[in-house]
């Protein structure tokens, strides 16, 4: 049975298998620890004892193998939802000894061939021995292109040296150990091919906390817990460390589903034996997980509503190209959040443009430019009625769709004698007055990826001398980030186009490796003498040392738009907007994934490029290796003005 209900949640970390030994008695395994509150079994298939080389020949000749049961004994349903195929766990492909090697290898296919036979989802694979692992790589992904039906997860420990801890007591340098290095020298040797996830085994001591960050990124399918890592409590109950509590709340987080394995080291109290019948030995730690899990906070209703979006590559939007649609106008209207902010910078702006003695002097003259359908319109006229100050608004809008909706709005709201429509492109109109106040929403994730200089560039020619521009300026953010799901997703696209192009993405499986650093910065209105929109800007980012290696998949983008003085849209992760929702992260992939080593820089240059007719951005890395110019003179991707 799932651990517990947490509204919205429906990933697999809702569900805890346990770790069991070999059986030859499969249904009574499956039954023992169903029933004992385990929703699957990571059960080995094969006799441990078994090797290929004792066969006998009566064995050969009729196809026996010492399975742990016939596929008959249970019903298809349960080998698919309730068994985790558990692969011999003695193999070992990368052997020098020829028969252990031959051994292993016939061993491995057997195994797997009678799991795809059974229908299984997924086998657990053990451990390779060290980062020489080609043997063992080589085998598992002939497995993954004759049987694409079945999921691998590569048992990976948690393992990491610190540099703190790298000589010992006696003055002796111990060797150094990462094991994500033995992940990543396996998923490279196997082109990061899709089915190959991993299964965390989760010891004690954890690493440092920058170290566990990197597999947030990656494609983690489980965590093994063994009943080792848990302390005793003062009632004599298992619990986990602090750190170890927040490791496993970021798994339930990130989907990951928890696996008990070991043998029980706490005692179980009188109350555990009923009518005789001693409980499930690994009742108390299912108990513990079950725990953690249920008082987790209940995920909001805009995220569960943006599940679909998680982790996908969605294009960008160009407004100023295409006419949106209803649908992504009522969504972005949705943002209470986003407009609050846009209301408290317009009164800050009439506060300032009309002092408390001149209310009686005049009106504010405010254009809306790109009012979609109209709720800037309705920021600005709450803004007004806020601080007792007079309007008159111009609501320009090229969409003529959005332009039906909005003469609507404006009848059924009686604001025919306060705003004017406007249906022009705003670079093209020809305002009858010039305006104090220029209202706009036109950023994108990037901040300027939606054309948002090219338009106010133009539009700020109807803006008095002295006038005010909402939103003053805007700068992009940039930071290095694994995303295994991403660079698999682009992998299957097979072109160079995919990966040449900027993506807008809800990031779930995420890894960020460094902090972020600003990129471009555009202000307005700009009456520089020299103007031009035209960028390019030297990255360096530095890997904290205590992380370890890390693979860079590409690069997320943010911005940090300043509405006006102190009132701010920010969608850098560290700095977000509470409860805005409107800005994905921008990202820019890279074609082939670059290692990185703590204390390394990882340089990135990345350029904005403008020619007459479009905008595009053109990246790259040249440290610790030099990466292609992605994107050159925009031949994969660009914006259309």
């Known amino acids: 049975m799932p651990l517990g209900q947490r509204t919205g949640d429906e990933s697999h970390s809702r569900f805890c298998g346990v770790e069991t030994q070999f059986s030859d008695d499969m249904p009574q395994l499956l039954f023992f620890n169903i029933n004992g509150g385990f929703d699957f079994v990571v059960a080995p298939l094969m006799d441990p004892a078994y090797r290929p080389i004792l066969r006998s020949d009566d064995d050969k000749r009729s196809g026996f193998l010492p399975v742990a049961s016939s596929g008959l004994v249970l019903s298809p349903s349960d080998w698919i939802s309730r068994v985790v195929g558990k692969i011999s766990s003695w193999i070992d492909l990368d052997a020098e000894d020829d028969v252990l090697q031959r051994d292993s290898e016939t061993t491995l296919k057997q195994e797997i061939a009678w799991a795809s036979y059974l229908s299984l989802q997924a086998c657990l694979l053990p451990a390779p021995r060290s980062v020489n692992c080609g043997n063992y790589a080589r085998c598992v992904n002939q497995i993954m292109q004759n049987f694409n039906n079945i999921q691998l997860w590569l048992r990976i420990p948690l393992k990491k040296t610190d540099d703190d801890n790298a000589i010992n007591d006696d003055l002796v340098e111990v060797e150094q150990v990462d094991s994500w290095e033995l992940w990543n020298s396996f998923r490279?040797?196997?082109?990061?091919?899709?089915?190959?996830?991993?299964?965390?085994?989760?010891?004690?001591?954890?690493?440092?906390?920058?170290?566990?960050?990197?597999?947030?990124?990656?494609?983690?399918?489980?965590?093994?817990?063994?009943?080792?890592?848990?302390?005793?409590?003062?009632?004599?109950?298992?619990?986990?460390s602090r750190r170890h509590q927040g490791l496993v709340t970021d798994f339930f987080n990130h989907s990951v589903q928890i696996v008990i394995s070991g043998h029980p080291v706490h005692k179980l109290p009188a109350e555990s034996l009923e009518s005789g019948n001693l409980k499930h030995p690994l009742m108390f730690y299912l108990d513990y997980i079950s725990f953690l899990y249920q008082r987790m906070d209940p995920i909001p209703e805009r995220e569960v509503i943006e599940f679909g979006h998680r982790d996908s590559l969605l294009s960008p939007l160009q407004p100023l190209a295409k006419n949106l649609e209803a649908q992504t106008y009522e969504a972005f209207e949705k943002d209470i959040a986003k407009y609050v902010q846009y209301q408290k910078a317009i009164s800050k702006a009439l506060l300032d443009r009309v002092p408390n003695g001149k209310?009686?002097?005049?009106?504010?003259?405010?254009?809306?430019?790109?009012?979609?359908?109209?709720?800037?319109?309705?920021?600005?006229?709450?803004?007004?009625?806020?601080?007792?100050?007079?309007?008159?608004?111009?609501?320009?809008?090229?969409?003529?769709?959005?332009?039906?909706?909005?003469?609507s709005l404006i009848k059924l709201e009686g604001w025919e004698d306060v705003v004017t429509i406007?249906?022009?492109?705003?670079?093209?109109?020809?305002?009858?007055?010039?305006?104090?106040?220029?209202?706009?929403?036109?950023?994108?994730?990037?901040?300027?990826?939606?054309?948002?200089?090219?338009?106010?560039?133009?539009?700020?020619?109807?803006?008095?001398?002295?006038?005010?521009?909402?939103?003053?300026?805007?700068?992009?953010?940039?930071?290095?980030?694994?995303?295994?799901?991403?660079?698999?997703?682009?992998?299957?696209?097979?072109?160079?186009?995919?990966?040449?192009?900027?993506?807008?993405?809800?990031?779930?499986?995420?890894?960020?490796?460094?902090?972020?650093?600003?990129?471009?910065?555009?202000?307005?209105?700009n009456y520089s003498a020299e103007k031009t929109n035209e960028r390019y800007m030297k990255l360096q980012f530095e890997?904290?040392?205590?992380?370890?290696?890390?693979?860079?998949?590409?690069?997320?983008?943010y911005f940090d738009a300043t509405l006006y003085k102190d009132v701010h849209l920010v969608t850098v992760p560290t700095m977000q907007t509470p409860n805005m929702f409107s800005w994905y992260s921008m990202f820019f992939p890279l074609r082939t994934p670059i290692c990185i080593r703590a204390s390394t820089p990882l340089v990135l240059h990345i350029w904005r490029c403008c020619g007459p007719t479009r905008v595009w951005y053109e990246w790259c890395v040249t440290s610790p290796s030099t990466s292609p110019i992605h994107n050159s003179n925009g031949r994969s991707y660009s914006l259309s003005l």
């Open 188 to 240: 490279l040797l196997c082109a990061h091919h899709s089915q190959l996830l991993v299964a965390l085994d989760v010891l004690n001591p954890l690493p440092s906390v920058n170290s566990l960050v990197r597999w947030n990124g990656e494609p983690v399918r489980a965590a093994i817990i063994n009943v080792d890592s848990f302390h005793t409590n003062a009632r004599g109950h298992p619990r986990l």
């Open 359 to 407: 209310v009686s002097d005049g009106t504010t003259v405010l254009m809306v430019v790109g009012a979609g359908r109209g709720p800037l319109i309705r920021a600005s006229l709450q803004a007004a009625a806020e601080t007792g100050r007079k309007l008159k608004i111009y609501a320009v809008e090229k969409n003529p769709n959005a332009v039906v909706s909005l003469h």
């Open 422 to 525: 406007i249906s022009s492109d705003m670079r093209f109109w020809d305002a009858p007055e010039k305006a104090d106040i220029l209202v706009s929403e036109l950023l994108g994730s990037f901040g300027d990826n939606e054309l948002s200089p090219e338009c106010l560039d133009g539009a700020q020619r109807f803006l008095k001398s002295d006038g005010i521009s909402i939103p003053s300026s805007y700068t992009s953010f940039l930071q290095p980030i694994t995303a295994a799901k991403m660079c698999n997703d682009l992998q299957l696209l097979k072109d160079l186009v995919h990966f040449e192009t900027a993506y807008v993405v809800k990031w779930h499986k995420v890894a960020r490796l460094a902090p972020c650093q600003p990129v471009f910065t555009f202000t307005h209105p």
């Open 543 to 557: 890997i904290p040392n205590d992380a370890g290696s890390a693979l860079v998949h590409g690069f997320a983008g």
